[in-house]
């Protein structure tokens, strides 16, 4: 793999195999993503479409609602013409359309998920973890009811609601109930993701509905915009503007990075194979490493790769609520996504930052909102 096209084409064949009896399962029948045009949607969209192809099977039927607020991404306009994929323009804050379709399997991934955009958008923020998320399972009630239940919806909610979990806590598992501010500078994040599960929680207990909670933790790769500015994407900016990469703390706060091919397959197998009303962590558990052997990482491979010749350099942000309430451990005990939904994460953080880059040489513009 030397081009961002072979990491992309790798990471699709590797999805498809990994997830092929997850993706039979939604043979001939249709799903609708919500916030598709985002980091996770990336992979989420493109491998279903890649598993038509080469299954021979009955294609999945693929919806994607989002608002565009950062732009329509090159890849999505490059797919956009295929003919089992359908793209609409909606915000997820606002009623649904009335002409909604009927779908077997739903997929609410419609954040803002970057810390600095998410301070910038609170309401908004929170009006789509709460007020859109309602909607969508006002949806599948409604299909239940009509007869037409859904057959199974993913909500994504975050690693983020375990706040800073205290040292006996972390691995964290899905049992820690969580140390969270609910007024600080992340909390229109933090918070109504937390609410947003207990909805989900409370509309699969109470109708039976096949909810399911995927809990990401620090996932990265393809798909996540080199003008995102989470920790990846900046030192990606650096390195192919020949700068030093630079680091707004003092490189201490340690996390597990999970590639983005192996954070899908989870995803899926939530939904599909996951157990309704409960959450499931999706990451790696090793190596948990700090922001500054991360920084070190990145320059070998950058160094190998690219000739690159800068260093680490560190400095204090001008924000004053940067590392307010940045945890300062995040790692994640699998155990239960391992033994429920057969989720099996292989590629390691030195080989998952290496086709990060390679994607980043050939992404280096992106709408900057």
Known sequence: MKTAQDVVSADLDYIARKIGPEFQAMSGQNLLILGGAGFLGFYLVQSVLHWNKLSGRRPISLTVFDNYVRGVPDWLKAIEGDANLT???????????????????????????????YRQHPLETMDANVGGLRYMLEYALSQAQKGKPIKGFLFYSTSEIYGDPTPENIPTPETYRGNVSCTGPRACYDESKRYGETLCVVFAQQHDLPITIARPFNNYGPGLKISDRRVLPDFARDIFAGRDIVMLSDGAPTRTFCYVADAVCGYYKIMLNGKPGEAYNIGIEEPEISMANLAERVTAIAKDEFGYSGKVVFQVSDDKDYLVDNPNRRCPVIAKARAEIGYDPEIGVDEGLRRALLWYSGNQEAEDK
């Open 87 to 117: 793209l609409a323009t909606h915000d997820i804050t606002n009623p649904l359309p009335d002409d909604m379709g009927d779908y077997d399997y739903i997929i609410h991934a419609a954040s803002i998920a970057s810390p600095i955009y």
